[in-house]
């Protein structure tokens, strides 16, 4: 248990848009990535994040927390997820290696009897919950320590192939919408857009990532 309280800067809690424990998750979770990898915050197109979330369950909010401290962001396409339904994510950072960080079982048990989440249960929204009472919880993951929060991995067999970027798009041949290449369709002899053809888009075919070694 440490007693130094970790900061997060107030752009990071008005970005996600009310209080609660798990976008300061993630923004602990990235700060450690980036620590254990070496990095700084990415500019451009450079931290991967594959976030193992999935939906219907709150700790989602972690990934804002995530996106806030590391840079990679959902707009830029840096990050993905893998819909595990798991409070992880592995990070992987070109030519620095990858990192996977998972929220401790003993951590999550820790917070769940809070009152924070009785107001949750009620279907209370967490901006409407008394600032005292998320203060409180926010409090309890600021001041945990590194390894009270997290089991992290290092991966170094982890080998990720982000899809190549390219501008070249086509007109679909049915609605007349300009659609990037990679996702059109071939439907009765015309290059279709997903919407026109029918079919599923299939984000993951493109971002599936591969460990070797192990
Ligand atoms: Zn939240
Ligand atoms: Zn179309």
Redesign the pocket.
Same mark, same amino acid.
């Given at each position: 248990m440490s007693t130094q309280k970790f900061q997060i800067p107030d752009w990071a809690y008005e970005f996600? @848009?009310? +209080?609660? +424990?798990?976008?300061p998750i993630g923004y602990r979770m990235g700060t450690t990535a980036m620590q254990k990898l070496g990095v700084k915050r990415s500019k451009n197109h450079e931290m991967h994040v594959l976030s193992e979330m999935g939906v219907g369950h +709150?700790q @989602?909010?972690m990934q804002?927390g995530i996106m806030a401290a590391t840079g990679a962001t959902f707009g830029k396409g840096m990050l993905e997820k893998l819909h595990y339904g798991k409070v992880a994510a592995t990070f992987w950072y070109p030519g620095k290696g990858a990192v996977r960080i998972f929220l401790k079982n003993d951590f999550q048990d820790k917070l769940s009897p809070h009152e924070f989440f009785a107001y949750r249960k009620k279907g209370v929204e +967490?901006s409407e919950i008394p600032v005292a009472v998320s203060r409180d919880i926010i409090d309890i993951v600021l001041r945990a320590s590194e390894s009270e929060l997290f089991d992290i991995e290092m991966l170094p067999g982890f080998v990720y192939r982000p899809v190549k970027g390219s501008f070249a798009k086509a007109k679909c041949e049915v609605c007349g919408e300009y659609t990037f290449e990679r996702y059109l369709r071939i439907k009765d002899n015309k290059k279709v857009c997903i919407s026109c053809s029918g079919q599923e888009p299939a984000e993951h075919v493109f971002y599936h990532p591969v460990t070797e070694n192990e």
């Open positions: 996600h @848009g009310h +209080p609660c +424990p798990f976008m +709150p @989602g909010c804002d +967490p």
